[in-house]
Every structure is written in C-alpha cells, then in structure tokens.
C-alpha cells in the first residue's frame, strides 16, 4: 500500500512540475497515505518523506528557525539526524553564506533565545517570531494578554500588519482598517475582537512599527556596520558581547551631583543627572549612537583584497573622533588609545606635504617640524556654529517612500543624521502625516533594540559648568573635530623658514592653478564656438521639423474628418442592427413570456385538481368519523342507563345502612344513660358514707371535751376513729355487701 501510494505521489509531482512554472510543487498529504500498524514503514522515513515531499516551496527563516529548535527537543522529541538536514538545507537554500552563523550565534545567545523559545505557545508566531521582550509585550497589548485570541492569529495576519504603524501613519491606517473591519484580516475573530484589536494596534503604533521576525532579520543588517565600529574600539572575547566587554572597561561613573554629559550635535554637549546605575546605559546608547550616524565613514576593512571590490575609505578624523568620545564617556581600551595616538591632523598634513613635494623631488629640512608649525596654524581655527551639520526639522520633512526595515538608503541617512542623538529620539514625536518620515523607522529600529525607557529628564538638561570633570578632557572629547596634541615650538626664527617656503609653495601652486584656468577657458571659448554653430544646425532642423509638423498635421485633420464620416456610418449601421437586434428581443420576450404564462396557468390548474381530490378525501373520512361516533353515542347512552340502575341500587343500600345507624346509636345512648344513672347512685352512697363517718368523729370529739368517762375509754375511743375510718373505707368500697 505504500509502495502504491509513493508511486502515485511521484507522478503526481512529476505531472505539477511540467504544469506549473519555477518549478514549484505543492502536494496535499491526503494523496499519501500510510499505514498506521502492520506495515513496513518506519516514522523516520515517514518523517522524512513528509519534509521532501510536502513543499518543496522554499522556507522562510522562520520555518527554519522553529523546525531545527524542534528537533533540538526544545518543542519536540529530539532527533540529531534530521536537525543536521535542516541545517544543511540552510546552508544549500541561503543565498547569503553568513545565515547559518547568525542563527547559531542566536541559538548561543543567553537571552535572545530562551525570548524567542517563549513564542512557540502563539502558532501562527512561530514563523514570524521575534526575540525582544518588547514584542511579546507589543503582541499581550494588541490582544489583552488573552492566549485564546493570540492562538487564533495566523501567519497570514501577522504578515497584513508587520512593519505598519497604522497609529501614526494615515496611509496605513486607510490601508488597513478596511481589511481588518471587513474580516480580510483576522479572519478567525468576531467583529467586536476586531474592533478591539484595531483600537489596540493603533495604540501601540504610535511611535513605533509593528515588529516581526522579517524586521527583526532585516533590521540585524541595519546593526551591522554599526557593530563593526563598536569593534574598533572594543574586541569581545569568544562567547562575549559587545555590551558585557564595554562594561568591564567602563570606569568608575561619575556621581549624581556632578552628572554626566549627554551629547546634543557633532560638536556640543550638555549635562544630565542620572543615578550611579544608570550612567552605564546612557554611554552605552551614546556610542551606539556615534556609530548609527557615522559608520558609513568609518567601513569595515576586509582582510583579503578581492577583485573587482571597491571599499569605502576609512575617514580617520571621525575615527579618531570616535575613540575620543568613546574615551570621555569611559570606555578606555587598547583600541581606543591606539586610535588617539594616530593624530588625524598630523597624518593628513603629512599626506598633504608629501603630495604636493614629492619626496624623491624635493626635501623638507625638517619634516616634522614642517607639520608642527602647520598644526599650530590650524589649531587657532573656530568651529562654526553647527558647522557642517545639516539641520532639518526632521519631524516636518516628509520622505518618498524610505525603507521599514533594513539597511537605509543613503540620502535618508544623511538627512537623518543630524537627529539621531538621544535628546531627539526620546522626546515625544510630532504627528507624522499621510506617510512614515525614515527617522520615525529610525526611531523605532533604535526603540526595539534599546528600548524607550531612559532614565533622565531629556527636557531639562544643562550647561556644562568649569568645574565640571568633563572640561578636563582633552578638546576631541568635548568637540570630536581634531586632536591638537602635539609637540611644536614658537621660536620665530624656526618659524621664518618654514613660512618663506610655504608661500613659495602656495605661489607655484596658485600659477599652476592659473595656468590651468587659462587653458580651461580657451578650451571653453571654443566649445561655446562649437555650441553656436550646433544650435544654429539646430534652428534649421527645428524650421524643417515645424514645416513637417504642419503638414503631419493637415493630414492628421483630414484623417480625423474621414474617420469622423466612417464613426458616423459605422454608428448608424449598428443603430439599425440594434434596433433589428431589440425588435427580435421584445418578439422573442414576448413568447418567452406567453410559454411561462402557459405553463403558470397550466400549474395553477393542476394545484386546483390536487385540492379538489384532497377536499373529497377529506370528505369521506369526515363520513367515516360520524359513523364512528354515532356507534360511541349508542355505547355511551348504555353505558349511562347501566350507571343509573346502580346509582339507585346505591341510594337504597345507603338507606339501609343509615337506619341502622341510627339504630345502633339510639341503643348505645341508651346504655350509656343507664351507665351515667349507676354512677350517680354510688356517688350518693358514698357521700352518705362520708357523712356518717364525720358525724361520728364529730360526736366523739364532743364526747371527750365534755369529761366523760375514765381516761382509759377516752384515749381508746380516740385510737378507734382511725380504724373506724378504715374500716368505714373499706366498706364504702363495697357498698352492696353493708
């Protein structure tokens, strides 16, 4: 059975990719079926078939991420074997070589992975993933924190809102509310879940882009040549980042009252007043910042020289601007110290000499000296204010089109640079219009990877006061421009040779720079010769090209009339076919109406002949029910004469027994006055007994206060009353025997 189905399944894959474009191929399961008990396949080759052979469309990085995470065992049963395929399709389906070791280094990281383990509850983000704690938070606002709803998300919404900010952006948000309102999006939700889920995305789209797994891959490019500035200055040792090697260098901070600076432009600074804990965070945000603005002048040099490669070249003044600051902020590190000893000035004026007298021409008496005396010349310069910043109101400046996600383009960048400090970036945004300014992308690129907390007031920073520790720090830490440390002498009489040939020099050079101006402007009379001798070519030609334009146009005219007279030939002959058309129509309505009149009428005939039969079938069993309850009548009208004879014979019955009774009561009345009489009798014997008993107590007791008879007597005959009285007791109990 299942050598039966694999054949199936081969030519049915066979047969989509000779029908179906690029090669893709999409087959259901359903088409393969395997056998559950009793067969001879093992569930690693159904495993296996299932990957090879269910899509062969390529996986996205999220499909990669979460399957090989799976066979780890982190969301499944742990299977090394098939976890090396993957990343070997990884490896051979990545066009760029660098992917596979950027998520190892993901996989190795001690907090970005376990961030992202914690989205395999949530399906439908188990592709689109990210691994900042701020997505989860984003996604738990978005859906209440209820995982119900969040588990009924699909891949299909998540990519309809990824990178939008329906919440700042008009277009956005006319682009979507339709969608989601009308069930296109969140399909799985009712339309009150809807209307709440779009509430909460416009409320925490505000100020940033709704984050993804695409964004979040893409905006690693946009960190890219920032991080290999932060290298420059600071090398992470094995299994160590950036953060964790500037924190071990980090110098002691400075305390609360004293502050720490806070950079406004390339070439100002102010004074915040942060706690201890947290001077850490705001350097460390100051440095990435430096390199956000500037890492396109300070380009990554490759090892290995490959050609038909061009890299950019290294600016060694913003260079050494970066380790200055990078210094002031205290992070001091070999590579930093090795930076500011390479003095920008001092190499470029070197250049400059070299260039200008070429060593194996000329010779300086003292070269060093040569470029002491220059730098102490230019070590008098002013910086203009805001010099060579490009200030623009960035919140008000409306971009065409600049990137979500990734690298940007280089004219947003630099419109963009100027802003990119962090008094700018945390102070609340302005409204943002029909369409996303890049710094608003910018803004929120930096907000996902540094979070929008920052623990100073941005409105109430300072002036740095003279006592301040930080105007003891040489100028380019201060003022990243130059570096002016460098040994030199003012005697004049060093000075008065060095200056003789420098003017000398300038004046060669400014005859040379004469001379080739001179050449430039013969060479510009004969050009402007040659122009007025073209443009007259030019005038003639447009003369003949007018003449032929009026021509062309006479024609156009006329073709236009012809054309006009065929319209109106063409118009009336399909009027007429129109109205033949039409006519033909209305006749043909006309029948089609008669046959469905016929065919009503001949329905309505039928419907009556089927309620006539009904009414005489309804008759007869209304006959047949009368007969059948005139039976029940008589059956009833017996039944009734049968229950009044015994009715009758009840009433006698009940007759008798009433005279019985009463009968019987009359004779127990009778008996139960004879009693009453008997017990009235033997009361009044009793009483009787009574009374004779007292009289005789009574009589005795006269008899003994009367003093007669002996004492003896007396005594006895008092003794005696008391037997007399029992005795007369016991006689009282039976009074029939006295």
């Known amino acids: ?127 689109l993933l990210h691994c900042l704690e701020d997505m989860r938070n984003f996604y738990d606002h978005v859906f209440e924190k209820k995982e119900s709803a969040m588990r ?19 277009e956005d948000a006319d682009r979507l509310r339709g969608r989601i309102k009308g069930g296109m999006i969140f399909k799985a939700f009712t339309d009150q879940e809807r209307e709440s889920i779009w509430i909460n995305l416009c409320e925490a789209t505000k100020d940033c882009l ?114 200055s600051v990078a210094e002031g902020f205290g992070f001091r590190t070999e590579q930093t110290q090795e930076l500011r000893r390479r003095n920008p000035d001092q190499e470029m004026i070197l250049r400059f000499l070299r260039t200008i007298r070429k060593p194996d021409q000329y010779n300086f008496e003292s070269l060093d000296d040569s470029v002491a005396q220059v730098i102490h010349v230019i070590s008098k310069a002013e910086p203009l204010p805001q010099h060579g910043v490009m200030e623009l109101d960035v919140d008000n400046v409306a971009v065409a089109l600049p990137t979500r996600c990734g690298v940007l383009n280089d004219l947003d960048q630099r419109r963009d640079k100027s802003s990119m400090f962090l008094h700018k970036l945390h102070k609340p945004i302005a409204l943002q219009g029909t369409s996303l300014t890049s710094f608003f992308i910018q803004r929120s690129i930096y907000f996902s990877f540094f979070g929008k907390t920052i623990n100073i007031d941005i409105s109430n920073l300072q002036e740095f006061p003279e006592s301040h520790p930080w105007n003891q720090f040489p100028l380019a830490q201060r003022q990243p421009l130059r570096s002016l440390e460098v040994d030199h002498t003012n005697d004049p009489d060093c000075l008065q040779p060095m200056a003789v040939t420098e003017a000398s020099n300038v004046m060669s050079n400014w005859e040379e720079r004469c001379q080739k101006a001179e050449e430039n402007a013969h060479a510009a009379e004969n050009r402007l010769l040659n122009l007025a001798k073209e443009e007259e070519e030019t005038n003639l030609r447009l003369n003949r090209l007018k003449e032929q334009e009026e021509k062309l146009s006479e024609r156009t005219r006329e073709l236009e009339q012809l054309q006009h007279s065929l319209d109106e030939g063409i118009r009336a002959n399909r009027l007429a076919d129109s109205n033949a058309i039409n006519a033909e129509a209305a006749e043909q309505r006309e029948v089609s109406e008669l046959a469905e009149n016929e065919t009503s009428l001949q329905n309505r005939l039928n419907e009556l002949t089927r309620r006539e039969n009904d009414k005489i079938s309804s008759l007869e069993r209304l006959e047949e029910e009368k007969k059948r309850l005139q039976a029940a009548l008589k059956d009833l009208d017996y039944s009734v004469g049968s229950l009044r004879t015994q009715e009758q014979d009840l009433k006698s019955q009940t007759e008798q027994s009433t005279k019985n009774e009463d009968q019987n009561l009359a004779k127990a009345s009778h008996e139960e006055a004879q009693k009453q009489s008997d017990i009235t009798s033997i009361l009044h014997w009793c009483a009787m007994k009574v009374s004779i008993a007292a009289a005789k107590l009574l009589w005795r007791r006269l008899l003994v206060r009367g003093g007669h008879g002996d004492g003896v007597e007396v005594v006895s005959e008092v003794a005696v009353p008391g037997q007399a009285s029992q005795t007369g007791q016991c006689e009282g109990l039976t009074p029939q025997s006295g």
């Open 1 to 127: 059975m299942a050598r039966t189905s694999l054949k199936y399944l081969s030519r049915q894959i066979e047969a989509e990719k000779s029908l179906k474009h690029l090669g893709t191929v999409s087959v259901s399961l359903d088409a393969l079926s395997f056998p559950q008990s009793g067969g001879n396949i093992s569930s690693e080759l159904r495993c296996a078939l299932i990957d090879e052979y269910t899509n062969e469309k390529k996986p996205d990085d999220g499909e990669f991420y979460y399957k090989i995470r799976e066979l780890q065992g982190r969301f499944g049963t742990k299977n090394l074997y098939f976890e090396m395929r993957w990343w070997a399709r990884l490896a051979s389906s990545s066009e760029s070589t660098n992917k596979k070791e950027r998520l190892q280094q993901l996989y190795n990281h001690p907090q970005f992975a376990p961030a992202f383990d914690s989205f395999q509850n949530i399906p439908a983000l188990q592709l």
């Open 152 to 170: 009924r998300l699909t891949r299909e919404d998540v990519e309809a809102i990824q990178l939008s900010a329906p919440g700042a952006s008009a």
């Open 210 to 323: 709704t984050p993804s797994l695409f964004g979040f891959f893409e905006n690693l490019k946009y960190l890219q040549g920032p991080s290999d500035c932060m290298k420059l200055i600071v090398r992470p040792r094995r299994r160590e980042t950036i953060q964790s090697a500037l924190e071990e260098v980090f110098s002691e901070p400075l305390p609360p009252a004293v502050g720490c600076p806070v950079q406004t432009s390339n070439a100002s600074f102010k004074i915040a007043h942060p706690c201890v804990s947290d001077q850490l965070d705001i350097m460390y945000r100051q440095l990435w910042l430096f390199a956000l603005r500037e890492y396109r002048d300070m380009p990554k040099q490759s090892k290995r020289k490959l050609a038909g490669v061009k890299e950019g070249e290294v600016d060694s003044t913003v260079l050494f601007s970066f380790a």
